[in-house]
């Protein structure tokens, strides 16, 4: 939990799903969330951990803390929610996070989904400091297909400039299936998330090359000079870098959000959750001619495994997800003995 654990091996614990999101509740209440938004961010972030989601798990709850403490983010934020159009859906976040905005919205935005064919739910003034899957993952689980973008901080190199200015700005994608979890893939624009990095910086490990340049702007496998003055890059070239763009024309200008070069965190010490917006676009699927959706996502997917392919985005994250609810989530102990410490004040 430490900003600096030490890379030996430790030993690991395992905590069943309710305890871990009982115990990342209190950890956020003691640090100044209201008991709503505690709810909120205790269930993704314990999702993630329980899907092997790492980078954006309990890894990230020092980072949680350190920006409350700055007073950089609104813990306590009561969204605004507007009825814009008959498929528009606005939300003010009021600087909280972005997950309970979308929370607030979600009854509406299904709503709207499911009478027009499709909405959208525009998030501003919100803080996104997390893995996007859990946002789109439960419109499929009812039926719907969803895509969502978020933008974050400057850090990434555009295709063929010379300084970074984009953020890893991710994009997620959920759909259904007929006989399956639903299809589910969420990856950031830069050729690796932020979070990783500086997970491989925190280990001692070196990075795979076409990560990042230095601070001359020379390309680096190394983790620390990537964060220290340094930037990533988009992944897939001219392509990433194209949807990297796409993302804060969405996340930010559609919104009323900050792009990721837009904010200054500079005088909140610690601070550490990009204050920018998230756009979702939600569809009813059974809107459209022909064969069931699900059914069709499903042949898709027979197709693709008898073409020869092993792993579809999402199996990963599910089958850690049937082991976990299985015997537990594992972390490591050290990391839960500092929860349980952080939970107790
Ligand atoms: P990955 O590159 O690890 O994975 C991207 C997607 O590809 C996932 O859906 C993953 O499925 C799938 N996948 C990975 N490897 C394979 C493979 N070999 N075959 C088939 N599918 C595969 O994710 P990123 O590092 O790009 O992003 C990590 C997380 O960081 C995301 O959750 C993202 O939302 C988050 N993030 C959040 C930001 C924010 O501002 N809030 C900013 C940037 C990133 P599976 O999960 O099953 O492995
Ligand atoms: O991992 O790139 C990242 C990230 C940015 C904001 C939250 N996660």
């Known amino acids: 939990m430490s900003a600096q654990s030490p890379t030996v091996a430790t030993a690991c614990a395992s905590i069943r799903f309710a305890e871990l999101e009982e115990l990342l509740h209190?950890?956020?209440?003691?640090?100044?969330?209201?008991?709503?938004?505690?709810?909120?961010?205790?269930?993704?972030?314990?999702?993630?951990?329980?899907?092997?989601?790492?980078?954006?798990?309990?890894?990230?709850?020092?980072?949680?803390?350190?920006?409350?403490?700055?007073?950089w983010v609104n813990g306590t934020a009561v969204p605004s929610v507007t009825d814009v159009a008959s498929g528009f859906v606005r939300v003010d976040a009021g600087n909280g996070f972005a997950q309970p905005a979308l929370a607030a919205a979600r009854p509406l935005l299904v709503e709207k989904a499911r009478s027009a064919g499709i909405a959208l739910l525009a998030i501003h003034n919100s803080h996104h400091f997390a893995?996007?899957?859990p946002d789109v993952e439960p419109f499929a689980e009812e039926g719907l297909v969803a895509l969502s973008v978020v933008n974050s901080m400057t850090c990434v190199v555009p295709h063929g400039a010379d300084r970074p200015l984009f953020g890893t700005n991710p994009i997620a994608f959920a759909a259904p299936r007929a006989d399956g979890a639903p299809i589910v893939f969420d990856l950031a624009t830069s050729a690796i998330a932020h979070g990783d990095v500086q997970i491989?910086?925190?280990?001692?490990?070196?990075?795979?090359?076409?990560?990042?340049?230095?601070?001359?702007?020379?390309?680096?496998?190394?983790?620390?000079?990537?964060?220290?003055?340094?930037?990533l890059l988009p992944f897939?070239?001219?392509?990433?870098?194209?949807?990297?763009?796409?993302?804060?024309?969405?996340?930010?200008?559609?919104?009323?959000?900050?792009?990721?070069?837009?904010?200054?965190?500079?005088?909140?010490?610690?601070?550490?959750?990009?204050?920018?917006?998230?756009?979702?676009i939600v569809i009813d699927p059974s809107k459209t001619a022909g064969q069931s959706f699900a059914q069709r996502s499903q042949e898709l997917v027979r197709q693709m495994h008898a073409a020869g392919l092993r792993r579809l985005p999402g199996d990963r994250r599910h089958r850690t997800r049937a082991k976990s609810q299985e015997t537990g989530i594992e972390l490591d102990a050290q990391a839960l003995r500092e929860l349980r410490a952080l939970a107790a004040g």
């Open 131 to 133: 893995a996007l899957w």
């Open 200 to 231: 491989a910086a925190r280990k001692g490990e070196r990075l795979p090359p076409g990560m990042g340049v230095d601070s001359l702007g020379q390309p680096t496998q190394d983790p620390k000079a990537i964060l220290e003055g340094g930037a």
């Open 236 to 280: 897939g070239g001219h392509k990433g870098s194209a949807l990297s763009m796409m993302v804060e024309l969405l996340a930010a200008a559609l919104t009323g959000g900050n792009f990721s070069f837009e904010f200054d965190w500079t005088d909140h010490p610690g601070a550490r959750t990009p204050w920018t917006g998230q756009l979702l």
């Open 26 to 71: 209190q950890v956020f209440v003691r640090h100044g969330t209201s008991a709503q938004v505690a709810a909120i961010l205790a269930h993704n972030c314990a999702s993630a951990e329980r899907d092997g989601a790492h980078s954006h798990g309990i890894f990230r709850i020092p980072g949680y803390l350190s920006t409350l403490a700055s007073g």
